[in-house]
């Protein structure tokens, strides 16, 4: 009798389990066939649903894993190939390990050969026989070393999210105010401002920080007991020059705080580059500019320097946002201490320039933050969008492919084929109009699209002769006079993608009139000299071969069209 009854209440307690946890919707929804670390060691998969996982099994066809018995799963259960590999570059253990050593980490139970391959591979869940969840690779997802595949609301991800980067949604922020400015009319000012009125923390993710009058600045507001804080791009292209090691040695030995995102032997950068130019002010304002913290950036007032746009938001929640964008590049393991060396301190600018506009003060703006590359694909709808007009100013653009046009310039080409005025300003600096393939050539193919095509549509090269500025290192659009998009994001195939970088589209009718005015005066230059030296017959030559290839190349793909 006791036998029998010991027997029920199994049966009991085996169907009150089912009941009370059953198996709800176990998906594959994250994984990585192609890391960083030697032999892939640090592959891995992610599961997540909830329930028991008996009769589960994941499988590439060669091999399986499956799971010990009573085993659950309550959210998301990670898998990894060495768990010892995965904590080096994820900076924390797996729940099981297929391959591995590590004596806390259990195994899963593996038959056959299991592993992800780079370039061609597919996986697949099963539950009872029954074939659950199947991706495959390069059909319907990307191969990219490095890359993370997520499923989000059923469908995979089509960015490209790399180890250790960030995954932040579009937000939008109303009823902000702030104070925009240019480079070089009025930068300095306002930075100087915005930290002298700093309390009690200013965060600054910065690609490059040179200027010794920016450091002493933060100097000064670190003193006062301001917590400051930076974060630098530790492999800037060209390498550290020696007054940014001045500048870094200085603050340094002032107690601040630098790291550099370097990465480590053992971990690799999320980013190609930490190319953003923001801080975070109080937890209340984020200054956002087009401009590293350099003299040619933020130029003493009458001093010659960059054509930058930038902008001091005051709004709680932006904050909060690039607060925690800021965390999460500064505190992950790729992100290190600065090591102090030797420099030399950079003398500033001595030549003149003729100051035209003040900072501009507004209230009531509607903010975008635009990060990349998480939510950079915004620039598309911003350019699209736009019904009466689209300004451009770019420290230069260059296209995908020798076939394929950079899609922001394609997006703006295909507005002026609606009957939208679009104007290119680029800059004439001697780096981006020598060689071969640069600004000069991508002003003709622009005009010769429009020559063509009969568009209203028009690039120039910047004026960049004594007393106007030194060069053009925006990255700002304009859209219907009240969109400004104020960023780091220089268009190329890079900064959107795989760089970390940040903008701002705000939208505000007085802020558009403020930058259409400096984009005014800027482009009046241009048309008054044209690029330096006079056209160059030979480039535009070479740029109406590039169009005749892109022309015929869109039409062979036109005629391929179903």
Same mark, same amino acid.
């Not at 059923?154 to 579009?170: A, C, F, H, K, T």
């Not at 800021?326 to 790729?334: E, I, K, L, V």
């Not at 903010?367 to 100013?393: K, Y």
């Not at 290839?549 to 005629?559: D, E, I, N, P």
């Given at each position: 009798?006791?036998?029998?009854?010991?027997?029920?209440?199994?049966?009991?307690?085996?169907?009150?389990?089912?009941?009370?946890?059953?198996?709800?919707?176990?998906?594959?929804?994250?994984?990585?066939?192609?890391?960083?670390?030697?032999?892939?060691?640090?592959?891995?998969?992610?599961?997540?649903?909830?329930?028991?996982?008996?009769?589960?099994?994941?499988?590439?066809?060669?091999?399986?894993?499956?799971?010990?018995?009573?085993?659950?799963?309550?959210?998301?259960?990670?898998?990894?190939?060495?768990?010892?590999?995965?904590?080096?570059?994820?900076?924390?253990?797996?729940?099981?390990?297929?391959?591995?050593?590590?004596?806390?980490?259990?195994?899963?139970?593996?038959?056959?050969?299991?592993?992800?391959?780079?370039?061609?591979?597919?996986?697949?869940?099963?539950?009872?026989?029954?074939?659950?969840?199947?991706?495959?690779?390069?059909?319907?997802?990307?191969?990219?070393?490095?890359?993370?595949?997520?499923?989000?609301?059923?469908?995979?991800?089509?960015?490209?999210?790399?180890?250790?980067?960030?995954?932040?949604?579009?937000?939008?922020?109303?009823?902000?105010?702030?104070?925009?400015?240019?480079?070089?009319?009025?930068?300095?000012?306002?930075?100087?401002?915005?930290?002298?009125?700093?309390?009690?923390?200013?965060?600054?993710?910065?690609?490059?920080?040179?200027?010794?009058?920016?450091?002493?600045?933060?100097?000064?507001?670190?003193?006062?007991?301001?917590?400051?804080?930076?974060?630098?791009?530790?492999?800037?292209?060209?390498?550290?020059?020696?007054?940014?090691?001045?500048?870094?040695?200085?603050?340094?030995?002032?107690?601040?705080?630098?790291?550099?995102?370097?990465?480590?032997?053992?971990?690799?950068?999320?980013?190609?580059?930490?190319?953003?130019?923001?801080?975070?002010?109080?937890?209340?304002?984020?200054?956002?500019?087009?401009?590293?913290?350099?003299?040619?950036?933020?130029?003493?007032?009458?001093?010659?320097?960059?054509?930058?746009?930038?902008?001091?938001?005051?709004?709680?929640?932006?904050?909060?946002?690039?607060?925690?964008?800021?965390?999460?590049?500064?505190?992950?393991?790729?992100?290190?201490?600065?090591?102090?060396?030797?420099?030399?301190?950079?003398?500033?600018?001595?030549?003149?320039?003729?100051?035209?506009?003040?900072?501009?003060?507004?209230?009531?703006?509607?903010?975008?933050?635009?990060?990349?590359?998480?939510?950079?694909?915004?620039?598309?709808?911003?350019?699209?969008?736009?019904?009466?007009?689209?300004?451009?100013?770019?420290?230069?653009?260059?296209?995908?492919?020798?076939?394929?046009?950079?899609?922001?310039?394609?997006?703006?080409?295909?507005?002026?084929?609606?009957?939208?005025?679009?104007? !290119? #300003?680029?800059? *004439?600096?001697?780096? /981006?109009?020598?060689?071969?393939?640069? =600004?000069? +050539?991508?002003?003709? %193919? @622009?005009?010769?699209?429009?020559?063509?095509?009969?568009?209203?549509?028009?690039?120039?090269?910047?004026?960049?002769?004594?007393?106007?500025?030194?060069?053009?290192?925006?990255?700002?659009?304009?859209?219907?006079?009240?969109? !400004? #998009?104020?960023? *780091?994001?220089?268009? /190329?195939?890079?900064?959107?993608?795989? =760089?970390? +970088?940040?903008?701002? %589209? @705000?939208?505000?009718?007085?802020?558009?009139?403020?930058?259409?005015?400096?984009?005014?005066?800027?482009?009046?230059?241009?048309?008054?000299?044209?690029?330096?030296?006079?056209?160059?017959?030979?480039?535009?030559?070479?740029?109406?071969?590039?169009? *005749?290839?892109?022309?015929?190349?869109?039409?062979?793909?036109?005629?391929? +069209?179903?």
């Amino acid at each position: 009798m006791l036998h029998h009854l010991s027997v029920v209440l199994r049966i009991l307690f085996i169907v009150t389990l089912a009941l009370l946890c059953p198996v709800t919707g176990v998906v594959i929804t994250e994984f990585c066939p192609d890391p960083f670390l030697p032999d892939d060691r640090d592959e891995y998969l992610i599961l997540e649903g909830v329930g028991i996982l008996d009769g589960f099994m994941v499988t590439d066809g060669e091999g399986a894993i499956r799971f010990p018995e009573g085993t659950s799963i309550s959210g998301k259960l990670v898998i990894a190939k060495d768990a010892e590999a995965y904590s080096r570059s994820h900076g924390e253990y797996p729940d099981f390990e297929w391959e591995g050593g590590v004596p806390e980490i259990p195994n899963v139970i593996r038959t056959g050969r299991f592993q992800l391959a780079n370039d061609h591979d597919q996986i697949a869940l099963y539950s009872g026989g029954v074939c659950l969840q199947e991706v495959d690779w390069p059909d319907m997802v990307t191969g990219r070393q490095g890359q993370v595949h997520f499923l989000v609301n059923g469908i995979w991800d089509s960015r490209v999210l790399m180890i250790g980067q960030s995954r932040y949604e579009p937000a939008v922020f109303y009823g902000a105010s702030g104070i925009a400015f240019v480079s070089p009319d009025c930068s300095r000012e306002v930075f100087y401002e915005v930290v002298a009125g700093a309390r009690d923390e200013i965060l600054v993710s910065i690609y490059e920080i040179s200027s010794p009058v920016l450091a002493e600045y933060l100097v000064h507001a670190h003193r006062r007991g301001v917590d400051v804080e930076i974060l630098v791009e530790g492999g800037p292209v060209g390498g550290i020059p020696a007054e940014e090691h001045w500048v870094i040695a200085y603050m340094q030995r002032e107690g601040i705080p630098i790291r550099t995102m370097s990465g480590t032997e053992t971990m690799h950068t999320p980013y190609r580059f930490l190319h953003s130019k923001y801080m975070v002010i109080d937890s209340r304002k984020v200054l956002v500019t087009s401009e590293n913290f350099k003299e040619n950036g933020f130029p003493e007032m009458g001093m010659r320097g960059n054509r930058g746009w930038g902008v001091v938001v005051t709004h709680e929640g932006l904050a909060d946002y690039f607060k925690s964008v800021y965390t999460h590049d500064a505190d992950g393991s790729w992100s290190i201490p600065a090591d102090p060396r030797e420099g030399d301190e950079k003398p500033p600018s001595w030549q003149e320039y003729h100051a035209e506009s003040s900072p501009y003060i507004f209230s009531g703006a509607t903010v975008i933050p635009v990060i990349s590359p998480d939510t950079s694909s915004q620039l598309h709808d911003l350019i699209t969008g736009a019904r009466v007009s689209v300004d451009i100013e770019m420290a230069y653009i260059t296209n995908e492919t020798a076939f394929s046009l950079n899609p922001f310039l394609a997006d703006a080409l295909n507005v002026s084929r609606r009957g939208i005025p679009v104007r !290119v #300003l680029l800059d *004439s600096y001697y780096y /981006n109009v020598d060689g071969e393939a640069d =600004n000069d +050539e991508m002003v003709a %193919i @622009i005009n010769d699209i429009a020559a063509s095509e009969g568009l209203p549509l028009e690039a120039r090269c910047a004026d960049l002769s004594p007393g106007l500025v030194e060069k053009i290192h925006n990255k700002g659009v304009i859209v219907d006079g009240e969109k !400004v #998009l104020v960023s *780091s994001i220089n268009w /190329n195939m890079n900064s959107p993608t795989f =760089n970390r +970088e940040v903008g701002l %589209i @705000i939208e505000h009718a007085g802020l558009g009139e403020y930058y259409t005015g400096v984009f005014e005066r800027d482009w009046r230059s241009a048309e008054k000299s044209g690029a330096p030296g006079g056209p160059d017959l030979q480039k535009i030559a070479a740029a109406g071969v590039v169009l *005749s290839t892109l022309s015929l190349y869109a039409w062979v793909r036109k005629r391929k +069209e179903p």
